[in-house]
C-alpha cells in the first residue's frame, strides 16, 4: 500500500477480489461466482435468527458485486474509476445506450479536463545546482616547500587549501495556458575566480498536434537574443528538431543554427546526426541502443574547439534499482575514462558518483543528487595529474560514506517515519478495521456448514485438504508462524474455494476476500497454506497480491 498520504484510508472494496475471478472474467465466470457465494450467504439458507441477519450483510455485498461487474455499462465504469465512478451525483453520465467503450471515452475525457485544471495550478519548477570544488592541494600540494620544516610554519600550513572554484545555479517555472500552449520563465547565475554572469529566459511553446510543436524563446543577460525551435514527426521512424538563435551583441548580430535528425533504427536503437553551425560549428552523429538491461551509446564529434569520439555502456541492476556506468572519450583535447553507479534511494530521488580519470584534466570525482526535477551536482577537482591514490579514495570513500550513511542514518529514519505512517493509518481506520474484522468473522461463521461439506468431500476422495491457512504479516518458511494480532486464520474461507480439487486465486489481494481482513494495514502481507494432497503434506507461502494454483508438487514438504 502506498503511503505518501497521511490521510490515506482504507482501500475501497474490489468486487474482482470479492469474487474470486480476474479482471478479465467472463460473464460465466462472474455468474458462477456468485451462484457459488450465494449458496453460502444466501438467508434462506440460515434458521437462526443470528445467522440470518449476517447473512443479508454478506448477501448484499455479494449481490452488489455481481451487479456491477455483470452489467457491460457499470463494469466499464468502475474499471475506469471504481467505486466512486458509480456514483453519478455530480458526473457528466450516463446514457444506458452507451456502449462501455464510449462510457470508458467519455470518462477519460472528464479526466482529461481535470488534468487539466489541475495542471494550470501547478508550476512544475525544476532548478540545478553545480558547486565545483578545487581539492588538488589533497594530492598535489601548491608548494612542498612548505612541508620542509614543520615548525617553522606550524600545523596550519599543513591543512591542505580547498576552495570553490565555480557555482552555477539555474531555475525554471512552468506557466502552463491552455493544454497546447505552455510558457516558461528560467534563470542562471554562474560565477568562476571572482567573475560571474547570468541571464534570464522566457518561452513559449506550442503544442499543433502529438506529431509536431513550435517554440519561441527570448534571452536576455550577457546580449539579448531571440531563438526559434521546433519539431516535427516526419514518417513513423524519422523525426527531427531543429531552430535557429539571433544573438544581438555590440559588435553585431550574431546567428547561428542547430538541427538533428533521428531515426528509429529499431525497437531499442535510434540514431541522430545534428549540425550546429554560428560561431562554432561542430557536426555530430551518435548511436544508442537502450535496452532492459543494458545501454550503448556511441558518438562521434567533428567541430571547432574540438573532436572527438565516445563510447559509453551502462548496465541496469533492475532488482536493486541500480545503474553501472562506464565511459570512454578521445579526443583533440586528450583522453578520459570515467565509471561510476547511480542509486535509487527514494521514490524521487536518484544519487550517483562517477569517478573521472583524464589527460591532461586529472582525476576528479563527480557527485550528483536528482530530487523530482531538482538536480544537485558537486564535482571535485582531486588532482591534476593520473595517481593511484587519488583514484583509490574518489573509489573506495563514496561507497564507504554511501553505506554508513544508509544504515546509520536513512534506514533507521525511513523505518521510523514508515511506522508512523502505518500507525497514523490505522488510528484513522481503526472503526472501519473494527467493522472489517467483525465482517470477516460473521463470513467465516456463515462458511461452517459449507467448509464441513467441502472438507469431507475431499477428505473422501483423497484431495485437497487444507490443514492450515494464515494470512497476514507472516516470515516467510517459518515453521512456528501462529495466529496474532496481525495475523488472522482463514483456513475456513480457503477451504470453502476449493473446488473439485482445486484452489484458483487471482492477482487480486486477499484482503477483500469474503472471511479475509487487513491484519496489518500498510504492511506487506503473505498468505501461508498448509495442505494435503492425496495425504501428501504441502506447504506454501505467496505475497498478498500472487496468483497461485494447487495442487502443486513443488509444495511437497517432509511434514508428517
Not at 454478506?58 to 456514483?87: Q, W
Not at 472528464?110 to 540545478?128: C, H, S, Y
Request: aromatic residues 8%; proline residues 4%; neutral net charge.
Amino acid at each position: 500500500m502506498d503511503l505518501d498520504s497521511d490521510e490515506e484510508n482504507v482501500n475501497e472494496e474490489d468486487y474482482y477480489s470479492f469474487l474470486n475471478v480476474p479482471k478479465e472474467a467472463s460473464k460465466e465466470e462472474i455468474n458462477n461466482a456468485y451462484r457459488r457465494l450465494s449458496r453460502i450467504y444466501h438467508p434462506d439458507k440460515h434458521l437462526d435468527p443470528t445467522l440470518k441477519a449476517k447473512a443479508e450483510i454478506m448477501f448484499n455485498k455479494t449481490k452488489k458485486a455481481y451487479e456491477v461487474l455483470a452489467d457491460p455499462h457499470k463494469r466499464a465504469i468502475y474499471d475506469s474509476l471504481g467505486v466512486k465512478g458509480l456514483e453519478t451525483e455530480g458526473w457528466e453520465i450516463v446514457q444506458r445506450t452507451k456502449t462501455p467503450a464510449e462510457i470508458r471515452a467519455e470518462y477519460e475525457q472528464l479526466a482529461e479536463e481535470r488534468a487539466e485544471r489541475r495542471k494550470k495550478q501547478a508550476t512544475n519548477p525544476t532548478g540545478n545546482i553545480t558547486i565545483s570544488v578545487n581539492a588538488t592541494d589533497l594530492f598535489n600540494p601548491y608548494d612542498d616547500d612548505l612541508f620542509e620544516d614543520e615548525f617553522d610554519e606550524g600545523f596550519l600550513a599543513r591543512i591542505p587549501n580547498i576552495e570553490i572554484s565555480s557555482m552555477q545555479f539555474s531555475q525554471g517555472i512552468d506557466f502552463p495556458l491552455t493544454q497546447k500552449d505552455t510558457c516558461v520563465l528560467s534563470g542562471q547565475l554562474q560565477t568562476r575566480n571572482g567573475n560571474g554572469g547570468g541571464g534570464i529566459n522566457l518561452s513559449w511553446k506550442h503544442l499543433f498536434s502529438h506529431k509536431s510543436w513550435a517554440e519561441v524563446e527570448m534571452t536576455a543577460g550577457s546580449g539579448p537574443a531571440i531563438s526559434l525551435k521546433g519539431f516535427r514527426t516526419l514518417t513513423k521512424r524519422f523525426f527531427w528538431n531543429g531552430g535557429t538563435i539571433l544573438q544581438f551583441t555590440p559588435d553585431g548580430v550574431r546567428p547561428g543554427i542547430m538541427s538533428t535528425l533521428a531515426m528509429q533504427i529499431d525497437k531499442h536503437s535510434i540514431g541522430y546526426i545534428s549540425y550546429h553551425g554560428g560561431i562554432r560549428s561542430i557536426f555530430s552523429t551518435q548511436l544508442i541502443r537502450d535496452t532492459e538491461k543494458n545501454r550503448y551509446n556511441f558518438s562521434i564529434q567533428v567541430g571547432l574547439p574540438h573532436s572527438f569520439v565516445q563510447l559509453q555502456y551502462t548496465r541496469k541492476v533492475i532488482t536493486q534499482e541500480l545503474r553501472l556506468k562506464l565511459a570512454f572519450k578521445f579526443g583533440t583535447f586528450g583522453g578520459v575514462v570515467e565509471y561510476g553507479a547511480e542509486k535509487k534511494v527514494s521514490k524521487h530521488s536518484n544519487l550517483s558518483f562517477s569517478v573521472v580519470c583524464g589527460v591532461p584534466s586529472g582525476v576528479k570525482l563527480k557527485l550528483r543528487l536528482t530530487r523530482a526535477n531538482q538536480v544537485y551536482s558537486c564535482p571535485i577537482h582531486l588532482c591534476e595529474e593520473i595517481m593511484p591514490s587519488p583514484i583509490f579514495y574518489a573509489t573506495v570513500l563514496p561507497l564507504v560514506v554511501y553505506v554508513v550513511v544508509k544504515k546509520g542514518i536513512v534506514e533507521p529514519f525511513l523505518k521510523e517515519e514508515q511506522s508512523k505512517k502505518v500507525e497514523k493509518q490505522k488510528q484513522n481506520n481503526f472503526n472501519k478495521l473494527l467493522e472489517k474484522r467483525k465482517e470477516a468473522m460473521a463470513a467465516q461463521e456463515l462458511m461452517q456448514a459449507t467448509y464441513s461439506r467441502v472438507k469431507e468431500e475431499e477428505e473422501r476422495k483423497k484431495g485437497l485438504v487444507i490443514i492450515k491457512a494464515l494470512y497476514g504479516k507472516i516470515i516467510k518458511d517459518s515453521k512456528d508462524t501462529e495466529v496474532t494480532d496481525d495475523i488472522v486464520d482463514v483456513t475456513v474461507p480457503i477451504q470453502c474455494l476449493v473446488k473439485d480439487s482445486k484452489l484458483i486465486l487471482h492477482e487480486n489481494s486477499r484482503s477483500d476476500l469474503p472471511g479475509f481482513y487487513d491484519p496489518a494495514l500498510g504492511e506487506e502481507k503473505m498468505l501461508l497454506i498448509i495442505y494435503n494432497y492425496h495425504e501428501q503434506p504441502h506447504e506454501i507461502t505467496i505475497k498478498d497480491t500472487e496468483s497461485i494454483r494447487l495442487p502443486k508438487t513443488s509444495h511437497r514438504t517432509n511434514l508428517t
